[in-house]
């Protein structure tokens, strides 16, 4: 058996051998391309994803001109463009896909259509053809490595994209190959089927016709008539805004005195341009077009004009409503008002920044969208985020820093408005909290600014956190001799009659000091307010001090001069020493007492 098992090994290594040798001729002959499996090879179909295969091209057209360059994106919008600036329509025609025409529809068609799209792209959307790739396979370059796609070739490229009745409509370049010629790039046959919607659209405009030949010559990046007719445009415009300016005055003046009188006066400005961005708006639309240039730099101010004068307009309008209800519930900004009053103020304040935030943000939005700044940029600011965060946080780090204290402020309230504070020595009343700054008010009617980041980190005294009212104290140095029942009596009765004293029931009156030669009365009253205690103060002392000059004379502080160096502690019975008495603010010997 072992013997039988031996002979077997050798003949079975044989039969594998020669299985394999008959095999092998067997796969040879596949076809090229095809693998065993009877499927394509994966480089044809990784080739298939760079161009779109198409079986003939522009047959009808016959064979391209040498100056028409086809095999870069680049290249090939460049040819377009200076083929038919130069009215050669016919050779244009060999950079767009018309496989969707008839062979016979080509020849006539093609320059028509070419015609038509370098009027759509002078007029439609500025682009710059050197912003397209110069590769043939429109590959990604980015030495940064950044980029997802990077190194990927790409097959469709977009051009423009234009909105007609709320529709978008795409004109792209797409790569494509017939059989084994070498690919091409051409405007892709979707976009050549909606030239002519495109033209009627932004094709020349009527008053066009009417424009000579030789003005229609390129002149820079802008032809002849445009130089003239774009400063007549922006005079045109500009009367309209200045008309709608006056008018607005007149409103204001003809309006009765209140909030529409002032909401007229203050919109002037932001209406007027509004009015004069419609207008522009209406004569591109309608009147006049001009190259891509012109009209993209006119459409994107008219844009921010709109927007701006918009937000503006709704900004003065929140002032104005703002305005109404401070005159109609707060009235004059102190603290006399009740605290209600004064922290509906605050609130409303509060609103108009939040208001004006979401105004930007929106307007911003909104402007950036219209002028589609984010599929341009995006990747690049996505690229650089981090540096604009450091030059954001850099620069803005004083201006983020008082626009965060300042909703701090509103949220919190440590102050409203009209509130009484003392801050550095200087009795203040906040007239108003901004996203920036504080007004205060002083006591003098001067205007304090205060950055909102420098106050908050300030300690400060708010007078009226819970009330207005006050405790005031007024002292009086009298002689030793005075009657302090009968001084007590008079505040009292001085201080009753002040009608900015309230809680009668709280005046005291008390000796407070003593020297060998005086004493100190102190007297305390209750005020409505800290400036009404300070008036009331200094009232009521100055009617005590008339009444002790005219009554009681005597109870001024004096200094005793002793003439004599008799001992008075001694009993002995001797003659009276005489003695100098001189009252304060009198020469020496003015009054002397045997």
């Not at 092998?24 to 760079?50: K, Y």
């Not at 939040?354 to 940029?377: D, K, P, R």
Request: proline residues 5%; glycine residues 6%; negative net charge.
């Amino acid at each position: 058996m072992k013997g039988i098992d031996a002979w077997r090994l050798p003949a079975l290594v044989a039969l594998l051998t020669l299985a394999f040798f008959v095999a092998a001729p067997s796969a040879a002959q596949l076809p090229e391309g095809v693998g065993e499996n009877g499927n394509e090879s994966e480089d044809d179909e990784s080739e298939e994803r760079e161009w779109f295969p198409l079986d003939s091209l522009n047959a009808g057209l016959g064979e391209p001109p040498d100056e028409v360059e086809r095999l870069t994106p680049q290249g090939a919008l460049r040819s377009f463009v200076e083929l038919t600036e130069n009215d050669e329509y016919a050779a244009a025609a060999h950079l767009l896909n018309l496989s969707e025409l008839d062979e016979a529809e080509q020849q006539q068609q093609g320059p028509e259509l070419a015609r038509q799209l370098a009027s759509v792209l002078r007029r439609g959307e500025w682009f710059n053809v050197s912003n397209l790739p110069s590769r043939q396979d429109a590959a990604i370059e980015d030495p940064s490595g950044q980029h997802p796609l990077v190194g990927e070739p790409r097959r469709s490229l977009e051009l423009a994209t234009m909105t007609v009745d709320g529709e978008d409509y795409e004109v792209r370049l797409d790569r494509y190959r017939v059989d084994d010629e070498q690919p091409v790039w051409l405007i892709s046959a979707e976009s050549v089927s909606v030239i002519p919607r495109l033209y009627e659209e932004f094709g020349p405009s009527l008053i066009e016709a009417y424009i000579p030949e030789r003005f229609k010559t390129s002149f820079g990046m802008l032809q002849v008539w445009e130089w003239i007719a774009i400063p007549l445009f922006l005079l045109l415009t500009g009367l309209v805004g200045w008309g709608v300016y006056a008018l607005v005055g007149l409103l204001a003046h003809w309006f009765p005195h209140g909030v529409p009188s002032i909401f007229a006066g203050r919109i002037g400005v932001p209406m007027a341009l509004l009015v004069m961005a419609f207008v522009a708006q209406m004569l591109l639309d309608y009147v006049v077009s001009f190259t891509a240039v012109a009209t993209t730099f006119i459409r994107t101010l008219l844009i921010i004009l709109i927007a701006w004068g918009v937000g503006t307009i709704a900004l003065r309008l929140v002032d104005t409503v703002l305005l109404k209800v401070t005159r109609r519930f707060v009235g004059e900004i102190d603290d006399t008002k009740p605290k209600d009053e004064r922290q509906l103020l605050t609130t409303l304040y509060a609103l108009r920044r939040v208001i004006i935030l979401v105004a930007v943000i929106a307007v911003s939005v909104y402007v950036l969208s219209q002028i589609e700044l984010f599929e341009t940029l995006g990747l690049s600011l996505l690229a650089s985020a981090s540096v604009l965060a450091v030059l954001v946080g850099i620069a803005g780090q004083a201006v983020l820093g008082n626009i965060l204290s300042s909703f701090q402020v509103s949220l919190a309230k440590p102050i409203r408005i009209g509130d009484l504070v003392m801050f550095e020595g200087q009795w203040c009343y906040v007239e108003g909290i901004f996203y920036t700054f504080i007004r205060l008010r002083v006591w003098d009617e001067r205007r304090l600014i205060v950055p909102v980041t420098y106050f908050v980190s300030q300690p400060f005294e708010n007078l009226s956190i819970k009330n207005a009212k006050m405790y005031r104290k007024l002292e009086l140095i009298l002689h030793l001799s005075a009657d302090v029942e009968l001084i007590r009596h008079k505040f009292f009765e001085f201080a009753e009659e002040e009608e900015n004293v309230v809680e009668h029931h709280k005046l005291c009156c008390y000796v407070t000091g003593q020297t060998e030669k005086s004493q100190t009365i102190t007297c305390y009253l209750m005020a409505t307010d800290p400036f009404a205690g300070w008036v009331a103060e200094m009232q009521i002392r100055e009617r005590l001090m008339n009444f002790i000059r005219t009554y009681h004379p005597e109870w001024w502080p004096r200094d005793i001069v002793v003439l004599s160096q008799h001992d008075i502690a001694t009993e002995e019975k001797h003659e009276k020493p005489r003695v100098r008495v001189s009252a304060e603010g009198e020469s020496d010997g003015a009054n002397t007492a045997e």
